[in-house]
């Protein structure tokens, strides 16, 4: 059977498939255009979602000094470290803290050596330890780090890890006390001359060490000199001295955190009086509510007239101060003041 042709010679037959298939095709097409662009909304509307951003600049540098400590980088070993004990990522990493201060010390980074040290002796991170505290603060000390020749002081002046040897610790606190700012050493002398440990009783030169000290803001040595001058067995008895000395223990020192590597772990410890750590504050002798003790005697002074007029409003503030860091006799004070208005 012979098929009847159109004028362009194609077969009825043929030219219908034809247009069925191109009617196909863009069928086709516009539904893989319709699915593109179904694809592209669900992704879109996936990664609002999930908010995907690109890292933060700070995410960015903590990624860097990661992979730099990881290669070994002492400088960064000793930052992570820090950013560990302070908590940087919202909490601290004490154990953390110690890895990497372990990994730098042991390339001979005296501050990693210090603070871990610090660490051994307080028993953050790691099990409370004093021979090994001795031993990083001797390699360190050794090269010259204030923190850690006090610490050497403290440590054979208690005998903790350490025979005590009262004229060594003297001696590693005179190096320390080179330091213009490492305050806690010129305590320690001068108490040690106070008390004649290690060296003979020298009142006259624990007053010069004392007076070092608190000029330069250690609460402790001002606490002392107050205790000193209001007690007059010592030294000649002055009310007036007594009270300054007092008032400058109880008043608010600005917040110093943070200006440093040992600073941001341990609040400026060494050279800050306010900001040992515990064990090494109870070492060192100093009660660690020695401001509420100085607002106490700044009220009493003032009550009763000793180095300054009477003065009972101004007593009432002090005792309250003391009464508010948990005073109990000064909360009796202040109930007294208030009934006797």
């Known amino acids: 059977m012979v098929c009847r042709k159109q004028a362009h010679g194609v077969s009825l037959p043929l030219c219908w498939c034809m247009d069925s298939l191109r009617r196909i095709l863009l069928l086709l097409a516009a539904t893989l255009s319709s699915l593109c662009g179904l694809v592209a909304f669900h992704r879109a509307r ?44 919202g909490w601290s990493d004490y154990r953390g803290a110690v890895f990497w201060f372990r990994k730098a010390a042991e390339q001979g980074e005296i501050n990693a050596q210090t603070l871990l040290a610090m660490m051994c002796l307080e ?23 204030p923190l850690a020749q006090m610490l050497m002081g403290v440590l054979l002046e208690e005998g903790a890890g350490l025979r005590r040897n009262d004229e060594q610790a003297l001696r590693w606190y005179q190096f320390a006390a080179r330091e ?45 000199l107050g ?26 020192f600005p917040d110093t955190k943070g200006q440093g590597t040992n600073e941001a772990l341990f609040g400026y410890a060494g050279v800050r009086g306010e900001a040992y750590p515990r064990t090494v504050g109870q070492m060192m002798k100093r009660p660690p509510d020695i401001q509420r003790d100085a607002q106490f005697y700044a009220g009493l ?22 009464a508010q860091n948990g005073d109990e006799v000064a ?6 003041l208030q009934d006797a208005d």
């Open 180 to 224: 213009p700012l490492e305050m806690g050493a010129r305590f320690r002398i001068g108490m040690m001359h106070l008390e004649g440990l290690g060296t003979q009783r020298n009142v006259d030169t624990a007053l010069e060490w004392l007076l070092a000290s608190a000029e330069k803001g250690d609460r402790h040595a001002r606490f002392r």
């Open 301 to 322: 002074m003032y009550e009763t007239g000793r180095g300054t007029e009477l003065d009972l409003e101004t007593s009432r503030f002090w005792y309250e101060k003391a």
């Open 331 to 336: 909360r009796q004070r202040v109930a007294v």
């Open 227 to 252: 205790m000193l001058y209001y007690d007059g067995r010592l030294v000649e008895q002055d009310y007036a001295l007594a009270l300054q000395w007092y008032l400058a223990a109880a008043e608010d």
């Open 46 to 89: 996936k990664r609002k979602r999930e908010k995907i951003v690109s890292p933060s600049p700070h995410e960015a540098r903590i990624a860097k000094v990661t992979n730099r400590a990881i290669a070994g980088g002492v400088t960064e070993q000793l930052r992570m470290g820090v950013m560990c004990a302070v908590g940087s990522a």
């Open 123 to 145: 028993g953050l991170g790691t099990r409370r330890n004093y021979g090994q505290a001795a031993r990083w603060a001797r390699l360190a000390a050794l090269q010259g780090q």
